[in-house]
């Protein structure tokens, strides 16, 4: 059974720092963070392909670095000058290779708050 988990959401000041991890139960190939805000669709923040190239959303860019490591099935999510803006519960998103073939999971989420 293929597992994401997330941790490292909480409650932040605005200009503070948090840094969310997603780990795999198996080996993954292109991973991302994805956030939804109450009322909102959800958005893609970031994503890494497993050579570790990157692209962001501009709302963060210079603001969060996305990262992997491969060896751990883990990828990271480094958030610098957080803004009350980016409340959201963050989610996971990977290709997980399980039974022969990868395909697309989710994780649980995780709440990230920042409070003005």
């Keep these: 059974q293929v597992q994401l988990v997330e941790s490292g959401g909480g ?59 491969n060896a751990k099935n883990t990828m990271y999510l480094q958030m610098n000058t957080l803004k009350p803006e980016d409340t959201a519960v963050y989610y996971c998103n990977a290709d997980v290779y399980y039974s022969g073939t990868y395909n697309n999971y989710w994780g649980q989420g995780t709440q990230v708050t920042v409070s003005s």
Excluded: H
Excluded at 42 to 57: D, F, H
């Design 11 to 69: 409650l932040v000041q605005a200009g503070g720092s948090l840094t969310l991890s997603c780990a795999a139960s198996g080996r993954t190939n292109n991973m991302a963070w994805y956030r939804q805000a109450p009322g909102k669709q959800r958005e893609l923040v970031a994503a890494i392909t497993r050579g570790g190239r990157t692209n962001s959303a501009d709302s963060v860019k210079g603001r969060f670095t996305i990262s992997r490591d």
